[in-house]
């Protein structure tokens, strides 16, 4: 699926997609190196630590598939392809930790292979990548279990 990769990111939820019962929609990837020892992940932008690349589904955009593949440009500069649909995975936050800016969520996760990594992109400016081992990313994905879901789903080397 060939897109225009933009020079900047989103911004807003004017356009967002929501759910049945008012929850956001967020699409996100699981970007694999190509022998699948490794998954890229990208620092958090609000909180620190590291997260997989996601966000929101936009009116604008035909499919989930699409939103996640903008948002691994944006969030980790990575150009991908869509190898697995991991499903959805329900929000595992408790009501403490929702907030106006991060809203209850229903994430759509895909397992990519990494076409390409760019040296600039929309978020360089705010989020490091690293590639991990599954045991590293495991670590790291601890405090958002929806995420290390969909780190398990994947065909990731354990």
């Known amino acids: 699926m060939a897109q225009k990769l933009a020079s ?29 020892k490794k998954v890229l992940l990208i620092q958090s ?17 035909g499919t989930a598939e699409e939103a996640a593949c903008r948002e691994a440009w944006e969030e980790a500069g990575i150009e991908c392809k869509i190898q697995r649909d ?11 930790q929702l907030t106006a800016h991060a809203p209850k969520a229903i994430f759509q996760f895909y ?9 600039q992109w929309p978020e360089k400016h705010k989020r490091g990548r690293q590639w991990m081992s599954y045991q590293e990313a495991k670590d790291a ?5 929806e995420l290390l879901d969909a ?6 080397v354990r």
């Open 8 to 36: 900047t990111a989103r911004t807003g939820r004017d356009n967002q997609r929501y759910g049945a019962h008012g929850e956001r929609l967020v699409a996100g990837v699981v970007p694999l190196s190509s022998d699948k």
């Open 45 to 61: 932008a609000r909180r620190g630590g590291w997260v997989l690349p996601k966000g929101g589904w936009e009116t604008d955009e």
């Open 86 to 96: 991991l499903g959805k995975i329900p929000d595992k936050r408790s009501p403490e």
């Open 111 to 119: 397992e990519v292979s990494v076409e390409k990594e760019a040296t």
């Open 141 to 145: 994905l601890a405090p958002r279990p």
């Open 151 to 156: 780190l398990n789903k994947s065909s990731i």
